[in-house]
């Protein structure tokens, strides 16, 4: 059975500094993998997406995620995080080609000014 | 607005009571699902829903009875809930067709007192 695991629970950066969040998701053939945040007290929003093509995607907000085959990764990143990106962070994967999704424990950014 | 409503935003409401959470999707999707996200806790899955039926019941208790009159409408009941059943409870939407994702509402955050 599929699994999405993001190893960090928590992650502290200073503001204007660079992230990156772990995503490793075990699955035999290639995934259908996306990143989704998620502000307090409201829904999950889709940042971006790989399901073929490219390895490298880009999503909304400036974040961007490239999809590592060979180490089972689908990291997030950014450049330079701003205040306003302290949020919940969900990585997911969908379940055997159907449209189900299975989702990651979830990684809190908390930013720094 | 992300395509998906649900009502009321928040709910308060005693053991004895019923209540209803809903749901509205004009996406043209055909799956729709239940999340229960609690504090620390990963999201939980509860019900998903294809074409109006009923495809996965994980383990929910009968004190959350969920319905689903067509594809754009999914409800909540709820009667005679534990305090431990305060939580954000998450709709989402999805075509039928993978590699879209999901599309989730705002939630109803529900305290039981």
Redesign the interface.
């Known amino acids: 059975a599929q699994s999405v695991t993001q190893p960090d629970i928590h992650i502290t950066v200073s503001e204007g500094a660079s992230l990156e969040l772990r995503c490793n998701y075990s699955y035999g053939a290639t995934p259908y993998l996306f990143w989704y945040v998620q502000s307090p007290g409201q829904g999950l929003q889709l940042l971006l997406k790989y399901f073929s093509g490219d390895t490298l995607v880009q999503g909304i907000k400036g974040f961007e995620a490239e999809f590592k085959r060979s180490q089972s990764s689908f990291n997030l990143r950014k450049p330079s995080v701003h205040w306003s990106d302290a949020a919940e962070y969900f990585c997911a994967v969908e379940e055997d080609s159907s449209y189900k999704l299975i989702f990651g424990s979830g990684t809190r950014l908390l930013v720094r000014p | 607005e ?1 395509g ?1 409503t ?1 009502t009321p935003r928040h709910l308060v409401m005693g053991m004895t009571n019923k209540k209803s959470l809903k749901c509205e999707q004009h996406l043209g999707h055909n ?1 729709m699902y239940w999340y229960k996200q609690s504090a620390k806790k ?2 939980e899955l509860m019900f ?1 829903y ?1 074409l109006e039926e009923r495809v ?1 019941n994980n383990s929910v208790p009968s004190r959350f009875s969920p319905e689903c009159p067509n594809s754009s409408h999914l409800f909540l009941h709820l009667h005679t809930l534990q305090p431990e059943d305060s939580a ?1 409870y ?1 709709c ?1 939407s ?14 109803t ?1 529900l305290t039981v007192v």
Do not use: D, N
Not at chain 2, 96 to 106: E, I, K, M, N, P
């Open positions: 992300t998906v649900q799956a990963p999201l998903v294809s996965e954000l998450l989402a999805s075509p039928l067709q993978g590699a879209w994702g999901y599309t989730f509402g705002s939630g955050r």
